[in-house]
């Protein structure tokens, strides 16, 4: 399933010309551009993007977003979500592979990386971007933060 850009703007609170940009900075091309010329973006898009706002909530630029997300390996949570659960270790090795590459740019603390789990729930623009991609993701990311937070930040 894709979704257009207008559909996108308005689930993460972003504007299309932010969107646009991303796009022609290289950071996150749509997955396809329609014959009418509007760029759609999937599941993997999504994710993407979420990664990319959590960083700019914390105040890192966008070459240095653009180096995480380069340098990540994406071991699928949302694959992981079909039926594995928070605590599984193909799981956690992704949440751990998001608390590094967010801790190469800026000290995040427990308390901190559990916020960035709730917020996944609780921000409204947040969680339809996750439900968008699979129902119940939202809370499944939190959950593994949260078994990664207890089990290896302490």
């Known amino acids: 399933m894709d979704w257009p850009i207008s559909e996108v703007a308005r689930m993460s609170g972003v504007t299309a010309r932010t969107l646009r940009h991303y796009d022609e900075i290289g950071l996150l091309p749509p997955a396809r551009i329609g ?7 999937e599941e993997h898009q ?6 990319i706002l959590v960083l700019r909530e914390l105040g890192v630029g966008l070459p240095e977003i653009g180096r995480v997300i380069a340098d990540q390996v994406d071991t699928g949570i949302d694959d992981a ?32 990386y559990r916020a960035i789990g709730r917020s996944c729930v609780e921000n409204e623009d947040w969680r339809a971007a996750y439900e968008a991609i699979t129902p119940g993701l939202a809370e499944f990311q939190r959950d593994a933060i949260e078994v990664y937070a207890v089990s290896r930040l302490g």
């Open 35 to 41: 014959s009418n010329g509007h760029r759609y973006y």
């Open 81 to 112: 979500a079909g039926g594995a659960p928070a605590d599984a270790q193909p799981v956690q090795a992704e949440i751990d592979a998001q608390y590094r590459a967010l801790t190469s740019l800026h000290a995040v603390s427990a308390d901190e």
């Open 46 to 51: 999504l994710l993407l993007l979420q990664q």
